[in-house]
């Protein structure tokens, strides 16, 4: 069998967005941010899991989700629930299994899918298709051909990852891996993990950035630039589109991390770094986070600095004193 390589080429837009996103990638490390906020690596985990569900029809909210993980009881569909909680499995193995290993993705799929899908964890026995109501836009390869394309497709990887960059190469692997379709169900979501874990495997950093939420924001794109790929037979539009998510997805990460940083109080620092985006805390909950036992220490040196500067705001503005009052970080 003739080594497969797939059909792509490095464009000037490619070189420039891979120059950006290695100059961001760098400032994020300098700051070494994520691995002293486990709380906002978390969050953006959460961030990943709930994106990447929705791109896929699965209704439950970023809160919710949260709610999943954390144990609490959720009223939705039953599917769905379980669909949160077999991702979150499979996300927690970031950095634990070979990204250039095939039998380690069939293994992460039954983690992902092993509660949700009959055929989990093994490649699909019947045709796919993409449908637009009951128009098919794109039949998936033959059944068939299925192993033989996943056996070419990772031993490409496996030669070339000294020679493309793990952008490229993580981008040509997610587009080939949705064109190829390997399995009955979970494949997005699969190719999204997958192209996280390459990346991560790069730098580790990315196994906390929300790349799945930037995606999420331009599902229509996402879909658009696939399609374009089937028509031009090659990922040339894939890549570019990518390595932009990839490349927007930094820049909010260096929003979250450095530019509060260089100007904020250390007290300040610590009541953010402790709260997640969008979650309300009660005074009692951040108090009891930071470890403070004065409440008017608590108030003047964490929460009114933060509200002055509008870096969170309350819960119920319209009664500032309100026994049930929170804050929320924005």
Avoid at 198 to 224: G, K, T
Wanted: glycine share 4%; charged share 25%; proline share 6%.
């Amino acid at each position: 069998m003739q080594p497969y390589t797939p059909p792509f080429s490095i464009t000037n837009r490619m070189l420039s967005l891979a120059a950006e996103i290695a100059e961001k990638t760098g400032r994020i490390m300098s700051y070494r941010s994520f691995e002293t906020k486990p709380y906002l690596r978390r969050s953006n985990r959460i961030r990943s899991i709930h994106s990447s569900l929705a791109i896929e029809a699965n209704s439950l909210s970023l809160d919710e989700v949260r709610s999943v993980i954390d144990g609490k009881t959720v009223i939705g569909p039953e599917k769905e629930i379980q669909e949160v909680k077999d991702a979150y499995r499979a996300y927690d193995m970031l950095g634990a299994f070979d990204p250039y290993s095939l039998r380690d993705l069939q293994k992460l799929h039954g983690i992902m899918t092993c509660h949700t899908v009959r055929e989990s964890g093994i490649f699909r026995t019947h045709n796919e298709g993409v449908f637009d109501g009951d128009r098919c836009i794109f039949m998936a390869p033959p059944p068939e051909f299925v192993p033989e394309q996943m056996q070419a497709l990772f031993a490409w990887m496996q030669a070339e990852r000294e020679a493309v960059h793990p952008l490229i190469l993580s981008s040509v692997f997610h587009y080939e891996f949705v064109f190829i379709h390997p399995f009955s169900d979970g494949n997005g979501r699969m190719a999204r993990l997958w192209q996280t874990a390459l990346l991560s495997e790069w730098n580790p950093v990315f196994r906390y950035l929300p790349l799945e939420s930037r995606i999420h924001d331009h599902q229509d794109n996402y879909y658009a630039a696939i399609a374009a790929c089937h028509t031009a037979g090659n990922s040339d539009a894939f890549i570019t589109f990518m390595l932009e998510m990839i490349d927007h997805t930094l820049g909010w990460a260096l929003e979250q991390i450095t530019e509060k940083d260089a100007y904020l109080p250390e007290t300040v620092q610590k009541l953010l770094d402790i709260m997640e985006f969008d979650l309300p805390y009660t005074a009692g909950q951040l108090m009891s986070r930071l470890n403070l036992k004065s409440k008017a220490s608590f108030r003047a040196h964490y929460l009114s600095p933060a509200l002055d500067k509008g870096l969170i705001v309350m819960g119920i503005p319209d009664k500032p004193t309100s026994r049930n009052q929170t804050y929320i970080k924005k």
